[in-house]
T-cell receptor
Framework: NAGVTQTPKFRILKIGQSMTLQCAQD?????MYWYRQDPGMGLKLIYY???????DKGEVPNGYNVSRSTTEDFPLRLELAAPSQTSVYFC?????????????FGPGTRLTVL | RKEVEQDPGPFNVPEGATVAFNCTYS??????FFWYRQDCRKEPKLLMS???SGNEDGRFTAQLNRASQYISLLIRDSKLSDSATYLC?????????FGAGTRLTVKP
């Protein structure tokens, strides 16, 4: 199993550009998550999904959108990139509920907005 | 007050030392507790879950004090390979909160 995969690994965007961060998992997990990690800060939840077709906001959803058309894929869309979105983005998945189960993380995407 | 608080460190210890990390959480309704390890520029990975009775995995011992809302991680006989950031993670019914992490460097 590949586990959780993310692409791209690195990206530099100009202010106002858009992009999609890709995330896929092959563990047949229902729950998937997007986090951002800023230096010296804990991971902050951006969006999560409890299954195909169902998504919901986390702590810091502004400036982002998600979709979940399949169990495997959970892309994160950035519209109108801003310097405040410079961060490391991690996708994660778990078999059961948000607060109860081990989360498996992808390798991350390092995004810089200039 | 942060929901999950950890001493950021860094902790610099010699090989073979014993080191302890502490974590406090604010939500008394929290139900699940974990320690994750994050290597430099890598993703977090589960180190161990933390149970009310305390649990041990080799050189690692985790303890939970629900009354004080406090979690600890003890590492005995530190190895160079233990150098990493250790994240305290607290889960509730619909929520998982991550501490900012404690950085450990084990030196020869």
């Amino acid at each position: 199993n590949a586990g959780v995969t993310q692409t791209p690994k690195f990206r530099i965007l100009k202010i106002g550009q858009s992009m999609t961060l890709q995330c896929a998992q092959d563990m047949n997990h229902n729950y998937m998550y997007w986090y951002r990690q800023d230096p010296g800060m804990g991971l902050k939840l951006i969006y999560y999904s409890v299954g195909a077709g169902i998504t919901d906001k986390g702590e810091v959803p502004n400036g982002y959108n998600v979709s979940r058309s399949t169990t495997e894929d959970f892309p994160l869309r950035l519209e109108l990139a801003a310097p405040s979105q410079t961060s490391v983005y991690f996708c994660a998945s778990s078999y059961s509920g948000r607060g109860k189960d081990t989360q498996y993380f992808g390798p991350g995407t390092r995004l810089t907005v200039l | 007050r942060k929901e999950v608080e950890q001493d950021p460190g860094p902790f610099n210890v010699p090989e073979g030392a014993t080191v302890a990390f502490n974590c406090t959480y604010s939500n008394s309704a929290s139900q699940s507790f974990f320690w994750y390890r994050q290597d430099c520029r890598k993703e977090p990975k589960l180190l161990m879950s933390v149970y009310s009775s305390g649990n041990e995995d080799g050189r690692f011992t985790a303890q939970l004090n629900r009354a004080s809302q406090y979690i600890s991680l003890l590492i005995r006989d530190s190895k160079l390979s233990d150098s990493a950031t250790y994240l305290c993670v607290v889960g509730g019914n619909n929520d998982m909160r991550f501490g900012a992490g404690t950085r450990l460097t084990v030196k020869p």
